[in-house]
Nanobody, 123 residues
Framework: VQLVESGGGLVQAGGSLRLSCAAS????????VGWYRQAPGKGRELVAA???????YYADAVKGRFTISRDNAKNTLYLQMDSLKSEDTAMYYC??????????????????WGQGTQVTVSS
């Protein structure tokens, strides 16, 4: 599975960005897809995820501000990020969990990821 992210950039606090992730295979066939982020000096954090049956996970820090969605026809995953805060600044990665036994809400279950796209929120 190849994943290619786009849509990152520099935005002011309170602004919005939409990240996109193009998959090389049918995104609907993947057990789970999601977004994680990593800020400098910090560990990885699963931000949002969606399972094949449509169940969604959001980290507490982004609930009510971020929305994950997918377009099965375009094999593309999205992350709409609204009301951005400086603490959202990080590299954002698209990830896929291919195993049928994987859990969409567990970051360690993801076994494919993209090269990342930088999101910088200025205060």
């Amino acid at each position: 599975v190849q994943l290619v992210e786009s849509g990152g950039g520099l935005v002011q606090a309170g602004g919005s960005l939409r990240l996109s992730c193009a998959a090389s295979i049918s995104i609907f066939s993947i057990n789970a897809v999601g977004w994680y982020r990593q800020a400098p000096g910090k560990g990885r954090e699963l931000v949002a995820a969606i399972s094949r049956d449509g169940s969604r996970y959001y980290a507490d820090a982004v609930k009510g501000r971020f929305t994950i969605s997918r377009d099965n026809a375009k094999n593309t995953l999205y992350l709409q990020m609204d009301s951005l805060k400086s603490e959202d600044t990080a590299m954002y990665y698209c990830a896929a969990a291919s195993s049928s036994g994987s859990h969409y809400y567990i970051l360690n279950d993801y076994d494919y990821w993209g090269q990342g796209t930088q999101v910088t929120v200025s205060s």
